[in-house]
T-cell receptor, first 111, second 115 residues
Framework: KQEVTQIPAALSVPEGENLVLNCSFT??????LQWFRQDPGKGLTSLLL???SQREQTSGRLNASLDKSSGRSTLYIAASQPGDSATYLC??????????WGAGTKLIIKP | NAGVMQNPRHLVRRRGQEARLRCSPM?????VYWYRQLPEEGLKFMVY????????ESGMPKERFSAEFPKEGPSILRIQQVVRGDSAAYFC?????????????FGPGTRLTVL
């Protein structure tokens, strides 16, 4: 059974810190991996999409890496801000084109 | 270009009633996906549709649940004879095409509460 694990489940850090969110998956035969953020009362926002042939993607203060051999992806957030507070979800697309989701990391950035 | 729209945002039903959830994809998108998020759990895929076709419904419960994406109008997720365990957030996403290369854009979700 394919599983996605996100660690930690919750994280609270002071504003300005750099931080890393982790995502591990059991199926190395993935097409891509995505990171999303979920804000209360709002829809999901796609942050970064990494194709299986890629190692990392960057967007602004965000950097996501993918290591298929070890079944890991990390989301690096530089110089965190209170507006970054949200739940961050990772999901990979498997060989059946389905997205398999982690349960998320709830991030709180303290001013 | 408006994003993915879902309505209603909140829906309350009593056990045994029917629930209809609507999803309007982004303009130009012909692929729609439905996901369910149970409390304290991650999202789970339910069904993938293109216009007038169900491509993959492997995540959909075999009974009481159905989905459609007609040629005209929004995609509908229908839950018949709801039970308390159906209480969840239901998210719809759309993409322009090319399933595994395109980012999926998500709507705000419909929160279903079954009393």
């Amino acid at each position: 059974k394919q599983e996605v694990t996100q660690i930690p489940a919750a994280l609270s850090v002071p504003e300005g810190e750099n931080l890393v969110l982790n995502c591990s998956f059991t199926d190395s035969a993935i097409y891509n991996l995505q990171w999303f953020r979920q804000d209360p009362g709002k829809g999901l926002t796609s942050l970064l999409l990494i194709q299986s042939s890629q190692r990392e993607q960057t967007s602004g203060r965000l950097n996501a890496s993918l290591d298929k051999s070890s079944g890991r992806s990390t989301l690096y957030i530089a110089a965190s801000q209170p507006g970054d507070s949200a739940t961050y979800l990772c999901a990979f697309m498997d060989s059946n084109y389905q997205l398999i989701w982690g349960a998320g990391t709830k991030l709180i950035i303290k001013p | 270009n408006a994003g993915v729209m879902q309505n209603p945002r909140h829906l309350v039903r009593r056990r045994g009633q029917e629930a209809r959830l609507r999803c309007s994809p982004m303009k130009g998108h012909s692929h729609v996906y439905w996901y369910r998020q149970l409390p304290e759990e991650g999202l789970k895929f339910m069904v993938y549709l293109q216009k007038e076709n169900i491509i993959d419904e492997s995540g959909m419960p075999k009974e009481r649940f159905s989905a459609e994406f007609p040629k005209e109008g929004p995609s509908i997720l229908r839950i018949q004879q709801v039970v308390r365990g159906d209480s969840a957030a239901y998210f719809c996403a759309s993409s322009p095409g090319g399933v595994y290369t395109d980012t999926q854009y998500f709507g705000p979700g419909t929160r279903l509460t079954v009393l």
